[in-house]
């Protein structure tokens, strides 16, 4: 499974996605919106994504989790719009025989989907101020810039 979304996550279908006879674990990662980053206090946050382009970077990472662990089943969901204080922006579900495998497939996965997968935040600050940010740290991308990259306006 693997989707973005604007409505709310339902993290025990995710769970349940993974599910398998031949699985002794499951490990689900569920990325929240907090309060505080650091001292700034967020007020909410707002993602957004080149769909098409971000689904086929997470089916890419998702090969790549089964390609290096003995895993059964692997689902990502990503929100995408406006995510409040305390709801889920991200999750991640890994299957695998053994824990040890679910847990190392889906911390990698989660780290690699917040480097390398188009998908951009804006963070809404209690002072009013904003702020788009990538961890990747490239820019936000223009519409111009994905016209270009298909060869087209």
């Given at each position: 499974?693997?989707?973005?979304?604007?409505?709310?996550?339902?993290?025990?279908?995710?769970?349940?996605?993974?599910?398998?006879?031949?699985?002794?674990?499951?490990?689900?990662?569920?990325?929240?919106?907090?309060?505080?980053?650091?001292?700034?206090?967020?007020v909410q946050l707002e993602y957004e994504c080149y769909e098409s382009m971000a689904?086929?970077?997470?089916?890419?990472?998702?090969?790549?989790?089964?390609?290096?662990?003995?895993?059964?089943?692997?689902?990502?969901?990503?929100?995408?719009?406006?995510?409040?204080?305390?709801?889920?922006?991200?999750?991640?579900?890994?299957?695998?025989?053994?824990?040890l495998e679910s847990f190392e497939a889906a911390a990698w996965l989660v780290d690699e989907l917040k480097i390398?997968?188009?998908?951009?935040?804006?963070?809404?600050?209690?002072?009013?101020?904003?702020?788009?940010?990538?961890?990747?740290?490239?820019?936000?991308?223009?519409?111009?810039?994905?016209?270009?990259?298909?060869?087209?306006?």
């Amino acid at each position: 499974m693997i989707f973005i979304t604007p409505k709310a996550i339902d993290t025990s279908k995710v769970l349940e996605s993974v599910k398998s006879q031949q699985a002794g674990a499951s490990v689900l990662f569920v990325g929240t919106t907090r309060q505080f980053t650091g001292e700034k206090e967020t007020v909410q946050l707002e993602y957004e994504c080149y769909e098409s382009m971000a689904l086929e970077k997470i089916q890419q990472l998702v090969d790549s989790v089964e390609a290096k662990w003995n895993i059964e089943h692997c689902s990502v969901v990503h929100r995408i719009g406006v995510v409040g204080l305390g709801e889920s922006s991200i999750a991640v579900a890994v299957s695998s025989g053994h824990r040890l495998e679910s847990f190392e497939a889906a911390a990698w996965l989660v780290d690699e989907l917040k480097i390398q997968v188009p998908i951009w935040k804006k963070e809404f600050w209690a002072d009013g101020k904003t702020e788009w940010v990538h961890p990747s740290g490239a820019p936000k991308p223009t519409p111009q810039d994905f016209n270009s990259a298909q060869g087209g306006a």
